[in-house]
């Protein structure tokens, strides 16, 4: 099973972030990602490391449950984690 830290170290270039979220089934994440990526000037990449950050240091309890939940469900735990970690962060 493929670490947290392992997918960080994958998310520095845009095939990888795109293929992750893909093997989950998150096109529309990726169209997402991309709107958010747009809207801020930024790349893909850093939105989505700025997501997995924002997720890291200030999910509360609920939003770590829920992550788990969708990691456990998935036949891609990776993309799974990262599609709900950027969820999370464009919803606040």
Request: charged content about 25%; hydrophobic content about 45%; proline content about 4%.
């Amino acid at each position: 099973m493929t670490t947290l830290g392992e997918i960080l170290e994958r998310l520095s270039e845009p095939s990888e972030v795109y293929r992750i979220l893909a093997e989950a089934g998150g096109t529309a994440m990726i169209s997402r990602l991309n709107q958010a990526a747009k809207a801020a000037g930024d790349d893909p990449c850093d939105v989505a490391l700025h997501a997995v950050r924002a997720f890291a240091e200030k999910a509360d309890g609920e939003a770590w449950t829920k992550l788990v939940g969708c990691v456990q469900n998935s036949p891609s735990p990776a993309g799974a984690c990262l599609g709900e970690m950027i969820a999370w962060s464009l919803r606040r």
